[in-house]
Structure formats: structure tokens, C-alpha cells
Nanobody, 125 residues
Framework: QVQLVESGGGSVQAGGSLKLSCQAS????????MGWFRQGPGKRRERVAT???????YYTDAVKGRFTISQDGGRNILYLQMNSLKPEDTAMYYC???????????????????WGQGTQVTVSS
């Protein structure tokens, strides 16, 4: 069973930076793809950044140029470096994983099967 534990959230002022981490356990090969999602107050959950089965990153338009997703495969850690944060980035951020059977689904954030508990990011103006 895949388990995901996020950390690194917090409160920052607009323009600041945070780096989220997600420690994954329960698997030891590259059979899963991973991504970051968020859900703001009163909003639906949305895809933030994902990696395809080859490790290429994809971002939602709202965070392009500001956020960077990366993975330390050797330690099963997924990161999200967030720079130039805006108040609209305020949300609960979730790490998620799915079986890497479909690269399109990995990229689009479809049918992710395993989720962390989330870490709160609050950006004040």
C-alpha cells in the first residue's frame, strides 16, 4: 500500500517562497507517477503539477514559471518549490500517486489512487 506524507506548508507573505515535500513509501520501483494538487477555500480540487512516466513536468497555467516539481527517486521524495507566491495560491496542498499505466492520465491528474493528508499553504497580501 502506497503511503504519502506531505510537509513544508506554512504562512508566508505575497512574493515569498515555500518548498513542499512528500515522502512516499510502500513501493520501490518506478511503477507509479506522482503529482501535486490543491484545494482552496470554496474551490474544487485542482491539479497543480504532475510528472509523466518519463519524469517530464507539467504545470497548470496559474503556476507556470513560479512552481517547480521535482522528484528524488532514490529517496522516494516528491518536491514542489513554490516561488513568487500569491494570495490566490492559498490552499491545502496534496501529494498524490497513481499507477503509471497511462502517461496521459498521469499528466492530466486523472484517477490518482493514493493521497496524502495535505499540508496547508496560506499566502497573505
Amino acid at each position: 500500500q502506497v503511503q504519502l506524507v506531505e510537509s513544508g506548508g506554512g504562512s508566508v507573505q505575497a512574493g515569498g517562497s515555500l518548498k513542499l515535500s512528500c515522502q512516499a513509501s510502500g513501493y520501490s520501483d518506478n511503477s507509479y507517477c506522482m503529482g501535486w494538487f490543491r484545494q482552496g477555500p470554496g474551490k474544487r480540487r485542482e491539479r497543480v503539477a504532475t510528472l509523466d512516466t518519463g519524469g517530464t513536468p507539467y504545470y497548470t497555467d496559474a503556476v507556470k514559471g513560479r512552481f517547480t516539481i521535482s522528484q528524488d527517486g532514490g529517496r522516494n521524495i516528491l518536491y514542489l518549490q513554490m516561488n513568487s507566491l500569491k494570495p490566490e495560491d492559498t490552499a491545502m496542498y496534496y501529494c498524490a500517486a497513481r499507477v503509471a499505466s497511462n502517461s496521459y492520465a498521469c499528466v492530466q491528474g486523472v484517477a490518482y489512487q493514493f493521497w496524502g493528508q495535505g499540508t496547508q499553504v496560506t499566502v497573505s497580501s
